[in-house]
């Protein structure tokens, strides 16, 4: 058979009629996520046109999942509870599992190939919660994008390729034999079918890099994770290596195997390996409920009790563990250590990022418009007359109207943009890649947002809260800001001007004065 390169599998992914499509609610996610802009509503508004995409979205914030004590009532509120990110990759991610390769001699649903998929996302999952990653979520589909190109491969070869897939022993002798016969694999053709559905990056470059595991375990040792691509590969890969060793049984040697292979990749201990194990144990009924698929047999989930597991990973992995303890109390410091820093870049009150944090990503952003020439807006918020309502409602109103002040800004800004709790009633929000007229109309929408919400101060007393606001921007090539403190310091002092002038409005800095 003619072995064909990339620009042929790219031509073949794009004339095949019988290539999956995602559904056009979740093409129309994918675009609204490329625009930095776009608010929570706008996406609410698109996924509200599936309304199977919404009662699986509400079934899964009120699911193990979450564990919430009180149910989710409305989409909105499950997205808010979620978050935005968490709520776009589980709609992919519900989209994805619809998919089929259009073939009926050539179906993929009498093979492991669906629960396979769904082991992988659930596993990725469990470990990035394991691990504290703050976008779980994104693992999740990032695992269960990982073979799509078997999708794309039986879409343009037919029953030849899926009786291939169904011979091949396992995952590696599969790619070994697609490449020998093809000359290319799934891993190639998925990272380009998630292209040619314009998926974010990430998600695309960890399909082929988790495929290759000795990049992941150098990965893990030399890569400055920055864009977490590293990351998200190497949690990928071990979870795999897990859904394998569920597939088969979930033996000892073949969670052991799992277990050498998370130790390798991503330097998990035996006790942090039992935790994703039993969570995985414990969120299978689940998730095989929201995916509507069966994962594992029943019998295999009543042998992998609380004793089974930690014979499994305590142990039977005590040599294993023993030879690495150092490094085990080594990882366990840096996890720590990683922790504290991200609890040192919080605000306790609001949840916001704290006056340490937007300082550094001041001058980080302050840096990249400059190098960009790229505008880039400073925003500085003062909640109108706080000090005299704190005084005459007492500090714990005064507190819930901060931090409801800050949950009403945050939902405005972009994902794009940094949120921060200044100090006291003051906020300052970074706008990158923003002009002055486009900084002017999303604090507008900001000031609209407090204003119009009813603050309950006493009983059934309710009152109506306004902030001042004052705008500076670094214009590349129009106006001259040396320095991130110099640009801050313009948007303080248009704040000032609007407190001065009558408060509950916007300044925005003269430009000629930079």
């Not at 979620?82 to 649903?109: E, V, W």
């Not at 020998?180 to 380009?192: L, M, S, T």
């Not at 302050?366 to 500085?380: E, H, K």
């Amino acid at each position: 058979m003619q072995h064909l390169d990339e620009s042929q599998i790219i031509a073949q992914l794009k004339y095949c009629k019988r290539l999956p499509t995602l559904p056009a609610v979740a093409l129309q996610l994918v675009e609204l996520a490329e625009d930095s802009s776009a608010a929570l509503d706008e996406f609410a508004k698109v996924i509200a046109f599936d309304p199977a995409l919404v009662g699986k979205l509400m079934r899964t914030a009120n699911s193990s999942f979450y564990g919430l004590r009180r149910k989710v009532s409305s989409l909105s509120e499950a997205i808010g509870f979620m978050g935005l990110n968490a709520t776009i990759s589980l709609s992919l991610s519900f989209s994805l599992r619809g998919l089929s390769c259009g073939q009926g001699d050539g179906d993929l649903d009498d093979t492991n190939y669906w629960s396979r998929s769904l082991l992988t996302a659930l596993a990725a999952r469990t470990i990035a919660i394991e691990l504290r990653e703050l976008q779980p979520e994104d693992f999740l589909l990032a695992g269960l994008m990982q073979d799509i190109g078997v999708l794309a491969m039986a879409a343009m070869l037919g029953n030849p390729y899926v009786t291939l897939y169904k011979n091949s022993p396992d995952h590696a002798s599969l790619l070994e034999y697609e490449a020998a016969r093809y000359g290319f694999d799934h891993v190639r053709a998925g990272e380009q079918l998630l292209k040619h559905w314009r998926l974010p990056v990430h998600i695309h470059e960890s399909v082929w890099r988790s495929h290759a595991p000795a990049d992941c375990a150098q990965d893990r040792r030399t890569e400055d994770c920055s864009d977490g691509i590293g990351r998200l590969s190497a949690c990928v890969a071990t979870a795999a290596c897990i859904a394998d060793a569920w597939i088969e049984g979930a033996s000892a040697d073949a969670l052991n195997a799992a277990y050498r292979t998370a130790q390798s990749f991503l330097d998990i201990n035996a006790e942090q390996y039992q935790n994703i194990i039993a969570s995985m144990r414990d969120e299978m009924p689940a998730m095989e409920a929201l995916f509507e698929s069966e994962l594992v047999d029943p019998a295999v989930l009543q042998s992998i009790g609380d004793s089974a597991l930690e014979l499994l990973t305590v142990r039977n992995l005590h040599l294993l563990q023993a030879s690495v303890v150092a490094d085990g109390h080594i990882q366990a410091l840096e996890q720590r250590i990683a922790t504290l820093e991200m609890q040192t870049q919080r605000d306790s009150l609001t949840g916001l990022y704290n006056r340490v944090h937007l300082e550094r990503k001041l001058a980080q952003e302050f840096d990249m418009a400059l190098r960009d020439q790229s505008p880039f807006s400073v925003v500085f918020i003062d909640i109108d007359l706080f000090k005299s309502f704190n005084d005459s409602f007492g500090h714990a109103v005064g507190d819930q109207v901060l931090a409801t002040v800050a949950h009403r800004i945050l939902t405005i800004s972009r994902q794009t943009d940094t949120v921060a709790r200044y100090g006291g009633e003051e906020f300052v929000v970074l706008l990158p890649h923003t002009d002055v007229d486009a900084a002017r109309a999303i604090v507008e929408q900001m000031l609209k947002s407090v204003r119009e919400t009813p603050y309950l101060i006493r009983g059934d007393a309710r009152a109506h809260i306004t902030f001042s606001a004052g705008i500076a921007a670094l214009l590349p090539g129009r106006t001259a800001f040396s320095t991130p403190a110099a640009l801050i310091d313009a948007a303080d002092s248009a704040l000032y001007k609007t407190k001065g002038a009558g408060r509950g409005h916007i300044t925005v800095h003269d430009s000629g004065l930079a």
